[in-house]
């Protein structure tokens, strides 16, 4: 039963999926609201994402908010910062979770993917035409998410479910800016050492309202220059269905661990640059491996964002981004470390992520497997 559950909430997903694909396919852009795809935390991006059935922490509000009563403690804490493009874009990431009971558990996340003092020089140039340095403002264009996330055991032994509201705010200086809101829906299944998890993210499609803010000189510059004047409008970011599947081998009494998982995105809005591309889903399949040592010491690495590359000779070749990252445990404190996008891949955001996790009050009961 619990096996046709998934079945049937896959199933129940692509149906609905493809309806909301074409109802929405002009006010769905690809790649709508993708900082909210980008990850957290050394540990899973050091095993390029594939966390979403294993996860059991303050970052599952994040990967999958149904992992959160798995916590192994009252209440844990995390943060992290990363930069690409060699510092210009600057990505933070704050994370707290609250175990209610043996059965639920509460989480917060806050995102902000940002690039500021950027030049504004549409007013480079006064009315008499000449140039006046003088007249460069500076702006900042960010992208804030916030995930208020609620999970519970459900009376399927080792299964749990989670959810996620989530606000988007979105702000180009004082140009524009948007306000979103959407859903996630995650699920668990835990039997024995293996770990069964789905995601579904912006489960009823995520809305964003824009709102331009141009002065009629900025107008003025815009028609000048050929470029539209920009429209207040609705934008949609479609659902997306991740799932995973992940096991645990112990090698005896020595301490030592192998976590292998392996995850697919099944994306809606259309044909996408992925190892399997189709219209209207894509699936994007990514997978990780964590070699821990006593709870103490981890080595990860993982394999990902495979694309195909049309070369110069219009010959095509298989691209494979791999992601490496290392992890220690001091008392109730976890530093992760992870080197991402290290493969030959179009315009790659190379970049070191380094965070940092809390555990307080640790709970003397650890999660139960199932027999």
Known sequence: MKYSFFAALTSSFLCYSSICAQE?????????????QIGIGGKAMGMSNAVVASVDDVSSSYWNPAGLT?????????????????????????????????????????????????????????????????????????????LFSYS???PIEG?????????????????????????????????????????????VSTFNAWVFNLDEQTKEVFLATGNEIPQNGLELTLPRLI????????????????????????????????????????????????????????VRMGVGNMQRVTNFDNSQELNIQPNIGVGFRISKVYIDYAYTNIGNVSAALYSHVISLKVHLDRLSLKPQENK
């Open 24 to 36: 929405s396919s002009t006010l769905a852009p690809k790649y709508s609201n993708e900082f909210l």
């Open 70 to 146: 798995r916590m192994t403690s009252k209440f844990q804490g995390a943060l992290m910062h990363s930069e690409y493009f060699a510092g210009i874009a600057k990505y933070d990431y704050l994370g707290i979770a609250y175990k209610i009971d043996d059965k639920s558990a509460i989480g917060f996340t806050a995102l902000r993917f940002g690039v500021d003092d950027i030049p504004n020089t549409t007013q480079l140039i006064d009315n008499n035409g000449n140039i006046d340095y003088d007249r460069i403002t500076r702006f900042t264009a960010a992208d804030y998410g916030f």
């Open 152 to 154: 519970r055991q459900l």
């Open 159 to 203: 299964l749990t479910f989670g959810a996620n509201a989530k606000i988007i705010y979105r702000k180009i200086g004082d140009f524009a800016d948007a306000y979103g809101f959407g859903l996630d829906f995650g699920l668990q299944y835990k039997y024995k050492k293996w770990n069964f998890g789905a995601v579904m993210r912006d489960a």
């Open 243 to 298: 799932l995973g599947v992940h096991r645990q081998f112990d090698f005896g009494q020595k301490g030592f661990s192998i976590s292998p998982e392996i995850n697919a995105a099944i994306t809606t809005d259309g044909r996408r640059n992925v190892l399997i591309s189709a219209q209207p889903f894509s699936i994007e399949p990514y997978m990780g491996v964590q070699i821990g040592f006593k709870d103490i010491a981890f």
